[in-house]
């Protein structure tokens, strides 16, 4: 597991939990569309962190197995729902047997372990003909705020993976799956901006791995950007805007 998802979602597991953004309603049609969940499936949530997908998979009436490496994060998991099949394990040691499950999907996770042996490994739990699906939620910097939100966080950011950086693409073409099908979706996180700003920042993994008085840095600076900016400025609610992309390939 990489240093910075290892010691920054450990010790900023509380701030993910409330940072991070849902997920929008169009993904549950794709969830039984592309990825074709329904009560009769088994699916595995990997990278599950808190939760925060998890309940979409479970509302497809698919059995869930989530899976997390971080046992800050697989608390937060158990106790928001615990109801869910939560086991330990990572994406090159996925704790279910061969060819049982109908889905793997990866929510805001697959860039930490985008590897031939992590696809391999997915592979394996697959059944002939099930999906590989990947989402995440990418924040639009279409307002000029949400461009300051990433500059204030670009000096800190070194070689942590992320989404943005389209490392992750590199793994496919993948032996074993066919090509990826990929579709957006509209999405926003709208709450208080203590919420869904420095909230949502502090929850960045190579932010969250900071020490506390560069952390309080970070949250100044975005404190000041709540208050000086005129579309922030005096509101108890806004709204981040996000794209949600989503992908799915079949095991072949």
Same mark, same amino acid.
């Given at each position: ?34 990825? /074709? ?5 088994? *699916? ?10 998890? $309940? ?10 989530? &899976? ?9 998991l158990?106790?928001?729902? $615990?109801? *869910? ?22 929510? /805001?996770?697959?860039? %930490? ?10 592979h ?7 999906f590989?699906?990947l989402? %995440? ?12 939100m990433?500059?204030?966080?670009? $000096? ?16 496919f ?5 066919g090509?990826?099908q ?20 502090l929850? &960045?993994?190579?932010?969250?791995a900071?020490?506390?008085?560069? /952390? ?37």
């Amino acid at each position: 597991m990489h240093e910075l998802a290892a010691k920054g979602f450990a010790k900023e597991a509380q701030a993910y939990s409330r940072g991070r953004p849902e997920y929008p309603v169009a993904l549950d049609q794709w969830l039984l569309d592309d990825l /074709q969940l329904d009560e009769t499936c088994t *699916v595995v949530d990997l990278g599950a962190g808190t939760g925060k997908f998890t $309940p979409r998979l479970m509302a497809t009436g698919a059995h869930v197995i989530a &899976v997390e490496p971080v046992s800050e994060m697989l608390d937060q998991l158990t106790r928001a729902i $615990p109801t *869910v099949v939560a086991r330990t394990g990572t994406a090159e040691n996925i704790p279910v047997n061969d060819g049982v499950v109908d889905a793997v999907v990866c929510a /805001q996770s697959f860039h %930490w372990f985008a590897t031939k042996t992590a696809l391999k490994e997915i592979h394996r739990v697959l059944r002939p003909g099930g999906f590989l699906g990947l989402i %995440w939620n990418v924040r639009d910097e279409s307002t000029d705020w949400s461009v300051a939100m990433t500059d204030i966080m670009a $000096p800190f950011e070194a070689d942590a993976p992320r989404y943005r950086s389209g490392e992750w693409r590199k793994v496919f073409p993948a032996e074993g799956f066919g090509p990826l099908q990929e579709r957006h979706f509209p999405n926003g996180h709208t709450g208080a901006p203590e919420q869904v700003i420095v909230d949502r920042v502090l929850s &960045v993994s190579f932010i969250a791995a900071l020490g506390r008085p560069q /952390q309080h840095i970070v949250a100044a600076r975005l404190r000041d950007l709540i208050a000086t900016s005129d579309s922030l400025r005096g509101r108890d609610e806004v709204t981040v805007p996000y794209d949600t992309v989503a992908f799915s390939c079949a095991k072949s």
